[in-house]
């Protein structure tokens, strides 16, 4: 297939207010780059930042050595899912590519994109998966998916046991090492 015969689409994002979002995205190249509890504490730090200057809830999340899953619930009427995943990303992309410039050069060459404007890249290109979600139904199965990704990929024997998932807060009631949003959790 030639150039000109492949086509393009324009992902859409839908920002409805009061629809929770389930959000994935990837490492480039699904590069285990968040196999290092250096990375995922900036992403950890990045999502308590987002989350405050975005306005969003978490309900749920899991951070697997190459991808992540959250389950979020912006709060406002007007919000936009392509801001609230830069503010996530972006971050964590600058701080990891500043510490290995620093710390381990030769690591780079697994960040290399052959592009003059973006030599480097942590995250797939693109904003990620975005499904809004709309049902109680769908919220539980996203949640019991996003917190049975360590068991799939056999990390742990229990969802509550990998350490980097929501899991364990609804489980267990352990708060670290991310704090969830309980209270806005939709019971009906």
């Known amino acids: ?8 689409t324009k992902y859409h994002r839908f920002n409805t207010p009061g629809d929770p979002h389930f959000l994935s ?3 480039y190249k699904n590069r285990k780059f968040l196999n290092y509890n250096r990375t995922r504490n900036y992403l950890i730090q990045a999502l308590n930042k987002a989350r405050e200057k975005q306005k969003f809830d978490i309900w749920a999340y899991v951070i697997m050595p190459e991808h992540v899953h959250l ?3 912006p709060r406002f009427e007007v919000y936009s899912i392509s801001e609230i995943l830069k503010s996530i990303k972006q971050s ?14 030769g690591i780079l060459v697994y960040l290399e994109t052959g592009l003059d404007y973006d030599p ?3 995250w797939q290109a693109g904003g990620g998966w975005d499904e809004n979600v709309n049902s109680q139904k769908a919220i539980g199965e996203i949640m019991s ?3 049975l990704n360590p068991v799939k990929a056999g990390f742990v024997g229990r969802p509550q046991d990998w350490y980097w998932s ?3 807060a609804w489980m267990e009631d352990a708060l670290d090492p991310l704090e ?3 209270e806005s959790y939709p019971i009906f």
């Open 1 to 8: 297939m030639d150039k000109e015969s492949v086509k393009l």
């Open 25 to 27: 995205f990837r490492c």
């Open 71 to 73: 389950l979020i619930w």
């Open 92 to 105: 964590v992309a600058k701080k990891s590519i500043n510490w290995l410039r620093k710390n381990r050069p």
């Open 120 to 122: 480097y890249r942590f």
């Open 145 to 147: 998916y996003i917190h």
């Open 166 to 168: 929501s899991a364990r």
């Open 180 to 182: 969830i949003d309980k």
